[in-house]
């Protein structure tokens, strides 16, 4: 089972469809954020399906009203989404609105520093929200593995923990592995790489020799 997520947080489709292909052998999924889709269209999601045969997740971190939430997410799942990230802290009713559309990650911490300022204290109350709604997954820091711990023991289910933070941010893959992620996310660690086929190979190598 592959469990690398490549995070494609470039602006130019060229470069990242040039990635994509490169990296696909070793990845799970494709996340895009908003710097490709605004930098490439929509159509970017469609395109990087089509060029990896894998799930795409789309990073939104949707935050607003039911109504507004629902209408990102209908247009976002029609483009080829497989799933799409979104924050809790709006509450179920913003969440469940992109739930009724398709597959869910909801953000229970983030990977940066300024996470701990507002985040961090609600985490108890977005993991109730996972532990009802049973989305797909929730994000969790690698930058943090005590959290990603802490978070796993609170999590019910077959609730997935997708954690950002691993290579440039400083988070270790085997190390978050350890404290319970189900799933690794690297960005600039492979993408601003020489050589991304061989950054992904790396960290997928070390994927699996945490798992094993």
């Given at each position: 089972m592959r469990r690398l997520?490549?995070?494609?947080?470039?602006?130019?489709?060229?470069?990242?469809?040039?990635?994509?292909r490169e990296t696909a052998d070793y990845l799970w999924a494709v996340k895009v954020n908003w710097p490709l889709?605004?930098?490439?269209?929509?159509?970017?999601?469609?395109?990087?399906?089509?060029e990896?045969?894998?799930?795409?997740?789309?990073?939104?971190?949707?935050?607003?009203?039911?109504n507004t939430n629902g209408l990102i997410a209908r247009k976002v799942f029609s483009a080829g989404a497989d799933y799409i990230i979104a924050?809790?802290?709006?509450?179920?009713?913003?969440?469940?609105?992109?739930?009724?559309?398709?597959?869910?990650?909801?953000?229970t911490e983030m990977s940066h520093p300024g996470a701990r300022e507002f985040i961090q204290p609600l985490t108890d109350k977005l993991v109730e929200l996972a532990n009802e709604l049973e989305p797909f997954g929730i994000v969790a820091p690698a930058t943090r593995p005590e959290r990603v711990s802490y978070i796993r023991k609170k999590l019910k289910?077959?609730?997935?923990?997708?954690?950002?933070?691993?290579?440039?941010?400083?988070g270790s893959a085997r190390g978050v592995l350890e404290a319970g992620a189900d799933y690794i996310i690297v960005g600039r660690s492979i993408y601003a790489s020489e050589n991304p086929r061989e950054s992904a190979r790396r960290f997928h190598e070390e994927i699996e020799g945490g798992v094993r």
């Open positions: 997520i490549l995070a494609l947080d470039v602006y130019e489709k060229g470069t990242a469809l040039r990635v994509a889709i605004l930098g490439s269209g929509l159509g970017i999601i469609r395109e990087l399906k089509e990896t045969a894998l799930p795409i997740i789309a990073d939104l971190k949707l935050a607003d009203i039911p924050h809790g802290f709006t509450g179920r009713d913003s969440v469940k609105a992109v739930m009724d559309l398709g597959e869910v990650i909801i953000v289910g077959d609730i997935k923990i997708l954690t950002p933070g691993v290579g440039a941010q400083g």
